[in-house]
């Protein structure tokens, strides 16, 4: 796109048609699909009064379709993110800066990698990025950061200047296997018996469903919300996602989500919910109303395995944090962030603090990765 080019900032995520937009983001990321990201706002999770205002920045093609769309939002305090940026925060305002608004890019609540530029027209990247930087110059905002970017579009954000921050997950990869069991073949003998135990602990007395498509209905949204309303409380103090975003996430893309219930004497007791990418399982939202020891692991790290291994999937990705996965079988994996913050002393500060970060995230991944339950001669 060699000649000058007009970005538009959309009036949210429901003001581009579906199909403009998923012509950029593509099949294989159901976080980024407008299905997904129009529910978090229709359903009021992701809207301004939650401190997530969608601002979508688009560049026109010259067939007047969008070429390239930026996920965007004004955000208001840094929660729902999961790369942790309060200290930057308390250090700016405590030096007389005003940190909020800033600008978001990402999938609001949802740490899974993806693009952060969607391109119908790749050669619309560069132009995107400069589209960012005017706005936050414009609106006078403090910094804006793309969070969980794919490794393939890094280059594009470090070419321009921005901050480059590495984080850790723990993934599971497929390695061809034909089933679980021969999943279990790969791992130490030690390790091999210990989630041998763990499963049949957790599955005593409790009949395990695999629920997609149409086995979906509001009776298992309902069972599920009151799962995701126990754990979102404890973790966050309220729970992020309303009720209508779940029934909307299986009024929309129900083909896309696994949802895992546990059931004991027919009543459900525990859930973890999964999506469906082009070659991956992303492994979302879990909780109980029966504290069952290792069910968790059961439902969210095990099952997601098997249907994993049954789908033909490639990996499973079962969200931030939890150096537990460890043990069954996940790798840790660098995950990546851009940050252009345009202050010069704030830009060297933060410059300083990530180059020590990523050091030492280098040096945990490598550490981690030494402890995999894999056996040393397979």
Known sequence: MSEPVTAR???????IAAEDWDACAGA????LSHAFLSALEDSGSAVARAGWQPVPLVIDGADGRPAGIVPAYAKSHSQGEYVFDHAWAEAW???????????????????VPGPRLLLRDPSAAPALIAAIEAMVAQHELSSAHATFLTPEQL????????????????????????????FLGALASRKRKAIVKERAAAREGLD????????????????????????????????????????MLGERMADKVLLLLAYRDGQ???????????????????????????????LCYYQAIEAAIAMGLQRVEAGAQGEHKLARGYRPVPTWSAHFIPHPGFRRAVADFLTQERRAMEEEIEL?????????DG
């Open 155 to 182: 280059p594009l954000f470090e070419a321009a200047g921005w901050l480059i921050r590495q984080g850790t997950q723990f993934h599971w990869h497929n390695q061809g296997y034909a089933s679980f069991a021969d």
């Open 368 to 376: 981690l990765d030494q402890m995999a339950p894999f056996r040393k």
């Open 208 to 247: 395990i469903r695999a629920l997609t498509g149409a086995a979906l209905g509001e009776a298992e949204w309902d069972a599920f919300w009151t799962f995701y309303q126990d754990t979102g409380s404890r973790k966050w103090g309220r729970p992020y996602l309303t009720r209508r975003f779940f029934s």
């Open 268 to 298: 459900p007791i525990a859930g973890a919910l999964n999506l469906i990418g082009g070659d991956t399982l992303y492994g979302r939202y879990w909780g109980c109303t029966e504290e069952v020891p290792f069910l968790h692991f059961e």
């Open 28 to 31: 294989d990321n159901p976080f």
């Open 93 to 111: 305002q405590r030096a007389g800066g005003e940190y909020y608004p800033k600008l978001q890019i990402a999938v609001p609540f949802t740490p």
């Open 9 to 15: 900032i959309a009036n949210g995520i429901g003001a």
